[in-house]
T-cell receptor, first 122, second 113 residues
């Protein structure tokens, strides 16, 4: 049974880097053909798609509004993937979700993590 | 960006009655080569992540009760709950995954009357 669990700091200072890891259990990222993604949710912006990646040597696709600051990477040996967002501001405070998508792009978000609240504040 | 606009913002429906939520995209989300609309519906309950209900406008996700159905074409889509149950009280979102960035509607709050 698939489980997704984020880990990482819940409080980040302005101008610093937000880093989250999504730990995957129940399926092997490296052995499957799924796409994986990140989404965030805030009271001000609602649901916002951050980006999607595929574990097999394919460049991630990012939301253009975030592409200059965001990096999604995967560590198949640890069965996890990560989100890195640089130069954060209060507007980046949100609940961050990782998700399993389908096997063919474009694809909806089939299964979501519980989410983790990240606050940007000094 | 494709703008997704839902209506109404909120509605209250009696148990056993039909609930209808609308979603309009600012441009078509139809992919002619495979005859599919790249439109999804999600349900979110308090303290929980969104849950996928419908994708390709009308395909029900595995395990979703058949009282949930999606319809529409072009730029206008509808989520219908045929006989409202107490557990259906939630916020519902539409999403287009046709064009990057994949965008969501603002959400519709569904309450039990």
């Amino acid at each position: 049974q698939l489980q997704l669990q984020e880990s990482g700091p819940r409080l980040v200072r302005p101008s610093e880097t937000l880093s989250l890891t999504c730990n995957v259990s129940g399926v092997s990222i490296g052995d499957t053909s799924f796409y994986w993604g990140w989404v965030r949710q805030s009271p001000g912006k609602g649901l916002e798609w951050i980006g999607t990646f595929y574990s097999y040597n394919e460049s991630p696709t990012y939301n253009p509004s975030l592409s200059s600051r965001v990096t999604i990477s995967v560590d198949a040996s640890k069965n996890q993937f990560s989100l890195r967002l640089i130069s954060v501001t209060a507007a980046d405070s949100a609940i961050y979700y990782c998700a399993r998508q389908g096997v063919v792009l474009p694809t909806p978000l089939h299964f979501w993590s519980q989410g983790t609240l990240v606050t940007v504040s000094s | 960006d494709i703008v997704m606009t839902q209506s109404p913002d909120s509605l209250a429906v009696s148990l056993g009655e039909r609930a209808t939520i609308n979603c309009k995209s600012s441009q078509s989300v139809f992919f002619a080569s495979n005859n599919k609309h790249y439109l999804a519906w999600y349900q979110q309950k308090p303290g929980q992540p969104p849950k996928l209900l419908i994708y390709w406008a009308s395909n029900r996700e595995l395990g979703v009760p058949d009282r949930f159905s999606g319809s529409g074409s072009g730029t206008d889509f509808t989520l219908t709950i045929s006989s409202l149950q107490a557990e259906d009280a939630a916020i519902y979102y539409c999403q287009q995954f046709y064009k990057v960035p994949h965008t969501f509607g603002q959400g519709t709050i569904l309450e039990i009357k």
